[in-house]
């Protein structure tokens, strides 16, 4: 089992930035990918940006140029800092922690509780 708490959502006005953190239970080295996602009301959760344990990266065209996410392995934590946040950014942020078990072909998802961003015109 993985427990995942986000941390770092908040208001910012349309311009500003923010930073997120997802703190796993237990070293993340071993993880698979790692990843972003967001919704919004009626909508369904979308891949924001995903990290790979090789550290390859990638992002929804939506936020490239203006969101980076990393790792500190050592800290057992990834982050996703957010630069010239819009409104249409507004969402619930969740971290994601994937497992796949190449034995079983077992793939597990991990994800935390969810952290508000809200984007203010």
């Known amino acids: 089992q993985v427990q995942l708490m986000e941390s770092g959502g908040g208001l910012v006005q349309a311009g500003g930035s923010l930073r997120l953190s997802c703190a796993a239970s237990?070293?993340?080295?071993?993880?698979?990918?790692m990843g972003w996602y967001r919704q919004t009301p009626g909508e369904q959760r979308e891949l924001v940006a995903r990290?790979?344990?090789?550290?390859?990266?990638s992002y929804a065209d939506s936020v490239k140029g203006r969101f980076t996410i990393s790792r500190d392995n050592a800290k057992n934590t990834v982050y996703l800092q957010m630069n010239s946040l819009k409104p249409e950014d507004t969402a619930v942020y969740y971290c994601?922690?994937?497992?796949?078990?190449?034995?079983?072909?077992?793939?597990?998802?991990?994800w935390g509780q969810g952290t508000q961003v809200t984007v203010s015109s």
């Open positions: 994601n922690a994937l497992i796949f078990t190449a034995t079983t072909m077992r793939r597990d998802d991990y």
């Open positions: 237990r070293s993340i080295v071993s993880f698979n990918a």
């Open positions: 990290i790979n344990s090789g550290g390859g990266v």
